[in-house]
């Protein structure tokens, strides 16, 4: 395998394209199986968590790339402040918890990236996959989907058909971007993500 992913685009629906353009896709493949976390992903977690507090949290949806993305949910009906951005997610979570308590590998990985870029990652079983992933309208609602149908709602949790499990041995990695969110951004979140599950 070579050293940096090959970062691929995914199509998007004609109509999506048109209405929101700057909307794209980004994916790539790692051959990875699910497990729990090491411990030096732990610490790493641990320190990101450690150095996110409650100003810092409300703070965030200033920033470049979390703004962008509640600037696009008001876009397609999605209230940020009911449906979380992806880092706002994570924030929200990181002030529930007191912290940011591992939940395997996988799910370390996609938040490590969440935080240390600000652009969301879902990961899917790339076996499942029936083609490749893009973005599509599915009876009005955005979805992540392939020649199957739909693999995800938009920043939302796989179809069982696609979601990693036990049995997975290699994952599709893949990155909404959404208008004003910079490629270098989406790039990194999927290399940072790739390495660590690598």
Do not use: C
Not at 75 to 92: I, K, N, Q, S, Y
Not at 140 to 155: E, K, M, R, S
């Amino acid at each position: 395998m070579s050293e940096e992913p090959e970062v691929r685009r995914g199509s998007v629906e004609p109509q999506l394209a048109a209405e929101h353009p700057g909307l794209w896709l980004a994916w790539t493949e790692v051959d990875a199986v699910p497990r729990p976390s090491p411990p030096d992903l732990r610490a790493r977690l641990r320190g990101l968590a450690d150095r996110m507090h409650g100003a810092q949290a409300i703070a965030l949806r200033s920033r470049e790339v979390p703004h962008a993305y509640r600037v696009f949910f008001r876009h397609v009906g999605l209230d940020p402040d009911l449906v979380r951005t992806p880092p706002e997610a994570v924030a929200l979570r990181r002030m529930q918890e007191g912290g940011l308590h591992s939940r395997g590998l996988v799910d370390d990985a996609l938040t490590v990236a969440v935080l240390e870029t600000g652009v969301g990652l879902t990961a899917l079983d790339a076996d499942r996959l029936a083609g490749e992933p893009r973005l599509d309208l599915a009876d009005g609602t955005i979805v992540i989907a392939d020649d199957g149908g739909p693999l995800a709602l938009l920043f939302g949790e796989p179809v069982k058909r696609a979601a990693v499990g036990r049995d997975t041995r290699r994952m599709a990695l893949v990155a909404v971007a959404v208008p004003n969110v910079a490629q270098l951004f989406v790039e990194e979140a999927l290399w940072i993500a790739w390495e660590i599950l690598r």
